[in-house]
Nanobody
Framework: QVQLVESGGGLVQAGGFLRLSCAAS????????MGWFRQAPGNEREFVAA????????YYTDSVKGRFTISRDNAKNTVSLQMNNLKPEDTAVYYC??????????????WGQGTQVTVSS
């Protein structure tokens, strides 16, 4: 069983930036597609970004293309999400998770606690 712990969230003004980190323990994610998801108040959890195990294949939801960048360090068993030019609509709790494939756009494992990102106007 892999445990995932997200960190790096915080309060920033619109146009600011944050870098989120996801640390995996209890197993390796080096050969697993990893993704970032978010859940805004009153909304369902949605897909944000995904990266294949090699770090070559990526996919982003349209609303974050050009602003967010997903990366991973398989040696450290971590996944990151660089978020630039943040907008108030990016406010949400952000989660990472393993994925069966990039095409599923869904997490397949247990969800962690997430990390809160709040973007003020």
């Amino acid at each position: 069983q892999v445990q995932l712990v997200e960190s790096g969230g915080g309060l920033v003004q619109a146009g600011g930036f944050l870098r989120l980190s996801c640390a995996a323990s209890g197993g390796t994610v080096s050969r697993t597609v990893m993704g970032w998801f978010r859940q805004a108040p009153g909304n369902e959890r949605e897909f944000v970004a995904a990266m294949g195990w090699s770090g070559i294949s990526t996919y982003y939801t349209d609303s974050v293309k050009g602003r967010f960048t997903i990366s991973r360090d398989n040696a450290k068993n971590t996944v990151s999400l660089q978020m630039n030019n943040l907008k108030p609509e990016d406010t949400a709790v952000y989660y990472c998770n393993t994925m069966l494939s990039i095409a599923t756009m869904r997490g397949q494992g247990a969800w962690g606690q997430g990390t809160q990102v709040t973007v003020s106007s």
